[in-house]
């Protein structure tokens, strides 16, 4: 690479999601709420399964705790600093805080991306080979696998962010996005960013492709030996279970294929898109585990000292 005399820039301002100045107080208030409710309902899903016994002994609520921690970093990570710009108006974020940030939404990204697919596996396991699945899955296997999916997403992280710092950046320093995301910085660089585009196109394009292509298989047995169930109400308790894993997939593959794996653009769009993975995921994760799990919501009903249903006796 050729080498660029400059001077290296020391912070960089983050533009934002383009919006009339009028709503500048709504967006602020409603991106609070945002994140208060995403981090109070998280932790409410986290706290329930380490207070229930009967959840945090199976392995599915210990990856639903472990995807709570992630959704609490993610929103942290992102929100914040993205919904003081409606009110303090467009601030620098030193260039560090900018490498931070950038590593630890993909760690925490590329995390979640391997957690979906442990917890595919894991229904795949318990609806499909249900007399082996409390040997095939116990919770010190569970705990082996969530610990490979955060070793793995480190290393993703690490990876994006040395590739994508290792360039000169000497100017101009406006980063026409609300976060420090690769394909927004990489504008900035005073270098052929070729080999970055194609390495970050390789790299996220191989983590989601294998990780939705082993969710897509999990479910395809999934769906074949729900419809093979005679009772109507097995049916309905093994699609209430995986309906809520699949609702989550959907709505953070899509917008991160439309983001990362396409021809690269610098429309509005993507900002709107980013907003799925960074905000509203994390957001509706608890509401969609919490309305579509009967065993969840028992365990809360335990948890708060309500009144018992007939099942729980």
Same mark, same amino acid.
């Given at each position: 690479?050729?080498?660029?005399?400059?001077? &290296?820039?020391?912070e960089l301002?983050l533009?934002?999601?383009?919006?009339p100045?009028r709503?500048?107080?709504?967006? *602020?208030a *409603?991106?609070?709420?945002?994140?208060?409710?995403t981090?109070?309902?998280?932790? $409410?899903?986290l706290? !329930?399964?380490?207070? %229930?016994?009967?959840?945090r002994?199976?392995?599915m609520y210990?990856?639903?705790?472990?995807?709570?921690?992630?959704?609490?970093?993610?929103?942290s990570?992102?929100?914040?600093h993205f919904?003081?710009?409606f009110i303090?108006?467009?601030? &620098?974020?030193?260039f560090?805080g900018?490498?931070?940030? =950038?590593?630890f939404? #993909?760690?925490l990204?590329?995390?979640?991306c391997?957690?979906y697919?442990l917890?595919?596996y894991?229904?795949y396991l318990?609806?499909?080979?249900? $007399? #082996?699945?409390?040997? @095939?899955?116990?919770a010190k296997l569970?705990? $082996?696998l969530?610990?490979?999916a955060? @070793?793995?997403?480190s *290393?993703?992280g690490? =990876?994006q962010?040395i590739? !994508?710092f290792?360039?000169p950046y000497c100017?101009?320093?406006?980063v026409d996005?609300f976060?420090?995301?690769i394909?927004?910085?990489?504008r900035?660089?005073?270098? %052929?960013?070729?080999?970055?585009? =194609?390495? +970050?196109?390789v %790299?996220i394009?191989?983590?989601?492709?294998?990780c939705?292509?082993?969710? =897509? @298989?999990?479910?395809?047995?999934i769906?074949?030996?729900?419809l093979?169930?005679?009772t109507a109400?097995?049916?309905?308790r093994a699609f209430?279970?995986?309906?809520? #894993?699949?609702?989550?997939?959907?709505m953070?593959?899509? &917008?991160c294929?439309f983001?990362?794996l396409?021809p690269e653009?610098?429309s &509005?769009? %993507?900002?709107?898109?980013?907003?799925?993975? +960074?905000?509203?995921t994390?957001f509706?994760?608890?509401l969609?585990?919490t309305?579509?799990?009967q065993?969840?919501?028992?365990?809360?009903?335990r948890?708060l000292?309500?009144?018992?249903?007939?099942?729980?006796?």
């Amino acid at each position: 690479m050729e080498r660029v005399n400059c001077t &290296p820039v020391t912070e960089l301002i983050l533009t934002g999601l383009p919006h009339p100045p009028r709503l500048k107080t709504f967006l *602020f208030a *409603f991106f609070l709420l945002i994140y208060i409710l995403t981090q109070l309902g998280n932790l $409410l899903i986290l706290t !329930t399964v380490r207070a %229930d016994p009967q959840l945090r002994a199976r392995p599915m609520y210990i990856f639903l705790g472990v995807l709570s921690i992630i959704d609490m970093g993610i929103s942290s990570v992102i929100v914040p600093h993205f919904m003081m710009n409606f009110i303090l108006g467009v601030k &620098p974020i030193p260039f560090g805080g900018c490498v931070a940030q =950038l590593y630890f939404y #993909h760690f925490l990204g590329s995390t979640q991306c391997f957690l979906y697919t442990l917890m595919a596996y894991d229904r795949y396991l318990a609806i499909c080979r249900p $007399l #082996h699945y409390p040997v @095939l899955m116990t919770a010190k296997l569970s705990t $082996l696998l969530v610990a490979g999916a955060w @070793l793995a997403g480190s *290393f993703h992280g690490a =990876l994006q962010a040395i590739l !994508t710092f290792r360039l000169p950046y000497c100017g101009p320093n406006q980063v026409d996005y609300f976060f420090c995301d690769i394909p927004a910085v990489l504008r900035l660089a005073c270098a %052929d960013t070729t080999v970055n585009k =194609l390495v +970050t196109f390789v %790299d996220i394009g191989v983590v989601v492709a294998s990780c939705f292509s082993l969710i =897509l @298989l999990s479910y395809i047995q999934i769906i074949q030996a729900i419809l093979r169930i005679r009772t109507a109400d097995g049916r309905r308790r093994a699609f209430s279970t995986c309906g809520a #894993h699949v609702t989550v997939v959907t709505m953070y593959y899509v &917008p991160c294929a439309f983001i990362y794996l396409r021809p690269e653009t610098n429309s &509005p769009l %993507d900002g709107a898109a980013a907003l799925f993975p +960074t905000a509203i995921t994390p957001f509706l994760n608890p509401l969609i585990y919490t309305l579509r799990n009967q065993e969840v919501k028992m365990a809360l009903k335990r948890m708060l000292g309500g009144p018992r249903t007939k099942s729980e006796i």
